[in-house]
């Protein structure tokens, strides 16, 4: 069964497919509604759940339109409104699930949950993000990465700020699509070991550096989030932003990265916070290109699940 459970735990051959069908299922869509299906309904008949334990304005709306684009249907459900780990076990609500729907894309919280839902269910299951890992959102950076300037692997990439969920991702990637990654942030907010052994036993170099001006020198791409994830407490919020405040992303700090480096976030910002609007709203940022490409990263993702 293909779940999409995380970026290392799929076959690189078949991340580089999936990247390469997205950008043509977009190319294919070029001056269409948004509204419009496309040419081969791959999804047609088939159901599609979309699970909430947290807050969501991409991945909601990206997966039921490219859902619908594909001539599938889709429910968008709410953790706290089901049974999911309260009223019922999660292998429990997996099963019944399995007897309604195709596909089953999840938003939660500990990742133990996403393991139990693909353990029990019958049909593919995708991670819609969990406090470790947000590997739709990499997909859609690579896609964007590469349709902006080509080929991503060899690339210095750098991630400035918490080493959180989707800097994970973005080190299993680099794994995978072969880049070296730079994080740049205070030590207790370093990303898990785990996650940098992992990318450096596959072959890329993995840099710690705290200065933040010597890790974006040289910089194909740089990459901000929020400094308070939807899984911290609101009470760290203080104390992160004293320890974040001097790995913000501004001009000056651009200034240091190469001329045509680009400037990544998955969304929502929080500006003037890890990121200046000057950044944000600059010649070198495709935020919003990322956003778009949620839909067309994941609708090869949802097709590479079913085998469609
Ligand atoms: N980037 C991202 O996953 O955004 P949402 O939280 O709005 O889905
Ligand atoms: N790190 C952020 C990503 C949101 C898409 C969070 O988990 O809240």
Known sequence: MNHF??????????????IAQAA??????????????DDTQPLAGHMVALIFEKPSTRTRVSFDVGVRQMGGQTMVLSGKDMQLG????????????????DLIMIRTFDETVLMEMSEYATVPVINGLTDRTHPCQIMADILTYEEH??????????????????????LHAAGQFGFDLTFTGPSQLDPEDEFVALARKMGSTISIERDP???????????????????D??????????????????????????SDALFMHCLPAHREEEVTSSVMDGPQS???????????????VMRWCLGL
Request: charged letters at 25%; proline letters at 1%.
């Open 5 to 18: 459970l995380d970026i290392h735990k799929t076959d690189a051959q078949d991340l580089q497919a999936i």
């Open 24 to 37: 043509q299922m977009k190319q294919a869509r070029q001056g269409r509604p948004k509204g419009a299906l």
């Open 86 to 101: 309260h009223g019922e076990t999660i292998a429990d609500t997996a099963r019944v699930l399995s007897r309604y729907v």
């Open 149 to 170: 300037r080509g080929s991503i692997k060899g690339k210095k990439v750098v991630w400035a700020g918490d080493g959180n969920n989707v800097c994970a991702s973005f």
């Open 213 to 231: 001006v010597k890790a974006v020198t040289g910089a194909d791409l740089v990459v901000a989030d929020t400094w308070v994830s939807m899984h």
């Open 233 to 258: 407490s609101q009470s760290s919020k203080e104390r992160r932003h004293n320890m974040l405040r001097g790995y913000q992303v501004n001009d000056a700090l651009m200034a240091h990265a190469k």
């Open 286 to 300: 495709v935020i919003f290109d990322e956003a778009e490409n949620r839909l067309h990263a994941q609708k090869a």
